[in-house]
């Protein structure tokens, strides 16, 4: 069924269905190496709350070593709502937990990121604590893939240290207007179910 929606302050939609789902966009990505085979490490944060159990649990259940999770007691576990209409989605995303990793947090775990082949990270996480990751992967020469997104302001300085960014169409037209050497070489522009644009 497609709707054409154009909801209006105030007003009141009538939805087909709910479904809750454990995930995430960094979630996602470690679950998706991990089922390809890859001994996948998390770092990041949760909320001691139910959400918190069940995401730690789901990522144990997929093979993800947890050890780089911290509970943090008085925050609630990031969450986002999705709505899909009219064959496309909008997502509203609550950082909760995710807010407080920083680049200092990312520093108690610099030995994960040494031993790693690949670092990937996306933008859940305030950018002090994805500068951090960029910068001590330029500097034990790590692959660092980064998914710009929700959608944000990138320094000339973070964007040299990637060796592979994954917007979207949308993403994508905020970061070209950046004058960066080869930065068109590092783009791979995901299409929804169309997969991937290189450069």
Not at 51 to 60: A, D, F, P, T
Not at 181 to 189: C, M, P, S, Y
Request: charged share 20%; hydrophobic share 40%; aromatic share 6%.
């Amino acid at each position: 069924m497609n709707w054409n929606v154009v909801l209006i302050k105030g007003e009141t939609i009538k939805g087909s269905s709910y479904h809750h789902f454990s995930g995430g966009k960094g979630a996602n990505q470690a679950i998706a190496m991990a089922r390809l085979g890859a001994k996948v490490n998390f770092i990041g944060k949760i909320g001691d709350d139910e959400y918190g159990k069940i995401l730690i649990e789901y990522l144990r259940n997929e093979k993800i070593d947890v050890k780089g999770i911290k509970v943090e007691p008085s925050m609630a576990t990031g969450v986002a709502f999705i709505t899909l209409a009219d064959g496309d989605n909008s997502i509203i995303f609550i950082p909760g937990a995710n807010h407080s990793v920083n680049g200092a947090y990312v520093e108690q775990h610099k030995h994960l990121l040494k031993e790693s082949d690949l670092v990937v990270s996306q933008l859940e996480i305030p950018m002090a604590a994805v500068e951090k990751t960029a910068t001590i992967c330029k500097e034990y020469d790590i692959p660092f893939i980064l998914n710009p997104a929700p959608a944000a302001d990138l320094s000339s300085n973070l964007l040299e240290k990637v060796t592979y960014l994954t917007p979207n169409s949308i993403e994508e037209k905020s970061i070209k207007v950046q004058h960066v050497a080869g930065l068109e070489n590092k783009l791979i522009v995901t299409a929804g179910k169309d997969g991937g644009i290189c450069s």
